[in-house]
């Protein structure tokens, strides 16, 4: 399994400001993952990081918004653009690891942000 | 679309059994998963069936018929630490993962 470094755990912002999230993985990974879990809600898939290429965004999320870095196979941000309260949520960073047929994700422990 | 259905929140008993069931409706199936996460924690991986059948671990076993689109997350003698989010996702046929809601399982004694 990884041992996966998120930080900051949590933090509180000003409207209009940025916030960045930094990834650390203790094993080189070809993807990364950024997701978004607002209160009671499902797991959001933001993005996928990989190393020596844009990341690629689902629907409803832009680069703008959230600029994306993968300099090298273990590390990766994110960073959330011109807060608003809409973006309060929790940003988890996630790798897949084979084994056992399954791909399984295994996730950071969270980003929690409040947007004031 | 694709959609996975999971009750918002369910109560047991200390010692007793508990069912969470998903039903899942994905473009194409590679797998189903099962995560737990409490409170202010990240999610953490408890199962994968990607068969029909149940998957047996300790204490939680996991079943799926792929004909239903249905899944279940069987919890025995419950402890309080089970107290916790338990989270359904489905792999689709791009290898997208498609997450529940989650289902808030709350333990009495």
């Known amino acids: 399994s990884a041992v996966i470094s998120q930080k900051p755990s949590r933090d509180i912002c000003q409207r209009g400001t940025s916030l960045t999230i930094q990834c650390q993985v203790d094993?080189?990974?070809?993807?990364m993952f950024w997701y978004r879990q607002q209160p009671g809600q499902s797991l959001t898939l933001i993005a996928t990081a990989n190393q020596g290429s844009e990341a690629t965004y689902e629907s409803g999320f832009v680069i703008d918004k959230f600029p994306i870095s993968r300099p090298n196979l273990t590390f990766s941000t994110l960073t959330v653009s011109n807060m608003s309260p809409e973006d309060s949520s929790i940003y988890l960073c996630s790798v897949e690891i084979g084994g056992s047929g399954a791909n399984v994700l295994t996730f950071g422990a969270g980003s929690r942000l409040t947007v004031l | 679309g694709q959609n996975i259905d999971q009750p918002t929140e369910m109560t047991a008993t200390e010692g007793a059994i508990v069912q969470i069931n998903c039903t899942y409706q994905?473009?194409?199936?590679?797998?189903l998963f099962w995560y737990q996460q409490h409170a202010g924690e990240a999610p953490t991986f408890l199962s994968y069936n990607v068969l029909d059948g149940l998957e047996e671990k300790g204490r939680f076993s996991s079943f799926l018929s792929r004909s239903k689109g249905y899944s279940y997350l069987l919890l025995k003698e419950l402890q309080m630490k089970d107290s916790a989010s338990y989270l359904c996702a489905a792999r689709d046929s791009n290898y997208q993962l498609i997450w529940g809601a989650g289902t808030k399982l709350i333990i009495k004694p």
């Open positions: 094993s080189q990974v070809t993807m």
């Open positions: 994905t473009s194409g199936f590679n797998g």
